[in-house]
């Protein structure tokens, strides 16, 4: 249960504050249970000012405090960030990443191995005002019980959420809706996978 669980963000912009706004309006979990970092000090102050939780300015003791990790930096530092959290990495920990333009390829090549649970989350923009529509694609593997932790934490920012019957590399959002897509793959109307959501707006087929 999401109650029970600390969650780490790596990463204190925009939409991982909307992220700690919502599920702490949810009540699902306590300022006391999140933990961020970032490497812009004045943003940790903000974070921890605001909202109590508990501010770190390395991104190694995140993981360390926390069961679910979130990577919420931007694509041009996701690099440096898995590679300084990588080896305090391990087996039992939820690694979920929001960074647009990022593979699980990259994430799986780059994490240690066994390979933690990964899911792939693409929020759109409404989610910063906790109205999105969000993108979930887990990586094969991944139980139901982390899927379902996945959902709980999105719930807090949005109302729709997309899932996928198999992992796809990315989900992405046009102009409020969605197209899941392969790495330099292109979609084709006779493909025979479907995106799902819970509201027919959001479907699209894809490979």
Same mark, same amino acid.
């Given at each position: 249960?999401?109650?029970?669980? $600390? %969650? ?8 991982? &504050? *909307? ?14 249970? %999140?933990?961020?970092?970032?490497? @812009?000090k004045?943003?940790?102050? =903000? ?6 939780? !508990? ?5 190694? &003791?995140?993981?360390?405090?926390? /069961? ?9 530092? @996701?690099k /440096? *960030?898995?590679?300084?959290? +990588? &080896? ?5 920990? #939820? %690694?979920?990443? %929001? ?11 780059? #994490? ?5 649970? @990964? ?5 759109? $923009?409404?989610?910063?005002? #906790? ?8 990586? =094969?593997?991944?139980? &139901?019980? /982390?899927?379902?932790? *996945?959902?709980?934490?999105?719930? $807090?920012?949005? !109302?729709?959420?997309? !899932? ?21 793959? $292109? ?10 959501s ?8 894809? +490979?």
């Amino acid at each position: 249960m999401l109650t029970k669980k $600390t %969650i780490g963000f790596i990463g204190s912009g925009n939409m991982g &504050e *909307a992220l700690i706004k919502g599920l702490l309006a949810s009540k699902k979990i306590t300022s006391s249970q %999140i933990a961020v970092s970032d490497k @812009i000090k004045e943003r940790l102050a =903000h974070m921890a000012e605001h909202y109590g939780v !508990k501010a770190f300015s390395k991104n190694f &003791e995140v993981v360390k405090a926390s /069961d679910i990790i979130i990577i919420a930096v931007k694509s041009n530092d @996701i690099k /440096d *960030a898995v590679m300084e959290i +990588a &080896e305090d990495i391990t087996k039992d920990k #939820l %690694i979920i990443t %929001i960074a647009a333009g990022v593979s699980m390829d990259f994430l799986r090549e780059n #994490l240690p191995h066994p390979v933690p649970p @990964i899911v792939r989350v693409m929020p759109n $923009t409404p989610a910063l005002v #906790l109205e999105g529509a969000i993108g979930i694609c887990p990586y =094969h593997g991944v139980s &139901e019980d /982390d899927k379902n932790l *996945a959902l709980q934490i999105f719930e $807090t920012v949005g !109302k729709n959420r997309l !899932k996928r019957k198999r992992p796809c590399i990315y989900v992405l959002d046009y102009g409020g809706s969605f197209r899941c897509r392969r790495q330099g793959w $292109t979609p084709k109307k006779d493909s025979k996978s479907t995106c799902h959501s819970n509201s027919s707006r959001f479907s699209k087929t894809c +490979a």
